[in-house]
């Protein structure tokens, strides 16, 4: 058997240690944003082009709509509209859920923004956000009646902000969900 040479086994442990998304940091505070699209919750195309350039763009990756931490987190971004939009703000939640949860979400907590499709998790990636594979199903009840409600993918918990030249000005990996909202307000008052 064929010995292998001390370095090429230190090399290989850190290759075995370090996880995949460590390996591609995805875009950093700084850099410039390409655009992005993705469908919405109301089945049309949404583009970030749209937005950058123009406002300040806020998006959030959030893990299942319909869930603990990403209600309270959304509910959050819909209570503080009105400081965003005093901030010249539009915020945009993405996760791994299919169109048809989004539309649910939206209408059960009545969410004053755009949730965005990534169930291919092509975004997330874009972004170096980790992703893991999605459960089949969960099974929630809205006004009476049950959804059987799935994804695909499953994201980590980031924030991101965009300002209006079109540079990331803003990234967070450790998002607290309920306290998001009031951090990313925060956040773009330092920018004026």
Not at 59 to 64: G, K, N, T, V
Request: charged share 25%; with cysteine; net charge positive.
């Amino acid at each position: 058997m064929k010995k292998l040479h001390p370095s090429r086994i230190l090399a290989l442990c850190f290759i075995i240690a370090v996880p995949a998304h460590a390996q591609s940091p995805g875009i950093q505070v700084g850099d410039a944003v390409e655009s992005f699209s993705a469908t919405a919750d109301n089945g049309k195309i949404w583009k970030s082009d749209q937005v950058i350039g123009k406002k300040n763009l806020v998006f959030y990756f959030y893990p299942a709509a319909m869930t603990g931490g990403c209600t309270k987190q959304a509910c959050a971004y819909r209570d503080s509209q009105a400081d965003l939009a005093s901030l010249d703000a539009v915020v945009i939640g993405i996760s791994g859920d299919e169109v048809k949860n989004l539309e649910i979400f939206k209408q059960a907590y009545n969410l004053n923004f755009t949730l965005l499709s990534d169930s291919e998790g092509k975004i997330a990636a874009k972004f170096g956000v980790p992703v893991k594979p999605g459960e089949k199903s969960i099974v929630k009840e809205v006004d009476g009646k049950e959804y059987s409600l799935s994804r695909t993918i499953t994201t980590a918990r980031w924030t991101f902000i965009i300002d209006k030249k079109g540079k990331l000005v803003y990234k967070s990996t450790e998002v607290n969900p309920a306290e998001d909202s009031k951090t990313v307000v925060e956040v773009l008052k330092s920018l004026n």
